[in-house]
T-cell receptor, first 111, second 112 residues
Framework: GESVGLHLPTLSVQEGDNSIINCAYSNSASDYFIWYKQESGKGPQFIIDIRSNMDKRQGQRVTVLLNKTVKHLSLQIAATQPGDSAVYFCAEITGTYKYIFGTGTRLKVLA | NAGVTQTPKFRILKIGQSMTLQCTQDMNHNYMYWYRQDPGMGLKLIYYSVGAGITDKGEVPNGYNVSRSTTEDFPLRLELAAPSQTSVYFC???????????FGPGTRLTVT
């Protein structure tokens, strides 16, 4: 069946280091992908998106990479800061309304 | 702009009780959504709306109802609360033809 999952439930990184959060998806027809950040007690916050016709997209301190061959999505956060501590999850979108959300990876930034 | 607001923040219901979760957005977004988030699970779409007067079922609509009489408001109704509806509920909105959804702060509901 269709699924979006994450390889690591918890990721601990040293402040200042780069973080890489991974996501696997199973639906090759998905044409759009989004990364969200969710802080404790808050709603998800859009970070960055990428369309299926792209391999890479960069934002401010964040980069999303899409490898359609192996159905893999990653979020790279440069120079990780304490404020980056949160749960990160990906979503794949097929068509207009079919969103499949991953369960999330908790990022812990160590001082 | 306040963005997407939800009330209440927390609620405890007894089995069989009813309640309405309120959601309002002030961004003039056409699309609005209701999700539930269970521990260790990804968000699940309950209902969505593409504009005032138009609603449709998502992945897990059983036990819920919605209405969309205005662009700004999208309330979610639970008629007969069940323990399986214990969850955190998020409302979201987006512009037509864009995928970036703006989420509210959530309502934590416990049914006992």
């Amino acid at each position: 069946g269709e699924s979006v999952g994450l390889h690591l439930p918890t990721l601990s990184v040293q402040e200042g280091d780069n973080s890489i959060i991974n996501c696997a998806y199973s639906n090759s027809a998905s044409d759009y992908f989004i990364w969200y950040k969710q802080e404790s007690g808050k709603g998800p916050q859009f970070i960055i998106d990428i369309r299926s016709n792209m391999d890479k997209r960069q934002g401010q301190r964040v980069t999303v990479l899409l490898n359609k061959t192996v159905k893999h999505l990653s979020l790279q956060i440069a120079a990780t800061q304490p404020g980056d501590s949160a749960v990160y999850f990906c979503a794949e979108i097929t068509g207009t309304y079919k969103y499949i959300f991953g369960t999330g990876t908790r990022l812990k930034v160590l001082a | 702009n306040a963005g997407v607001t939800q009330t209440p923040k927390f609620r405890i219901l007894k089995i069989g009780q009813s309640m309405t979760l309120q959601c309002t957005q002030d961004m003039n977004h056409n699309y609005m959504y209701w999700y539930r988030q269970d521990p260790g699970m990804g968000l699940k779409l309950i209902y969505y709306s593409v504009g005032a007067g138009i609603t449709d079922k998502g992945e897990v609509p059983n036990g819920y109802n919605v209405s969309r009489s205005t662009t700004e408001d999208f309330p979610l109704r639970l008629e007969l609360a069940a323990p399986s509806q214990t969850s955190v509920y998020f409302c979201a909105s987006s512009l037509r033809h864009t995928y970036e959804q703006y989420f509210g702060p959530g309502t934590r509901l416990t049914v006992t």
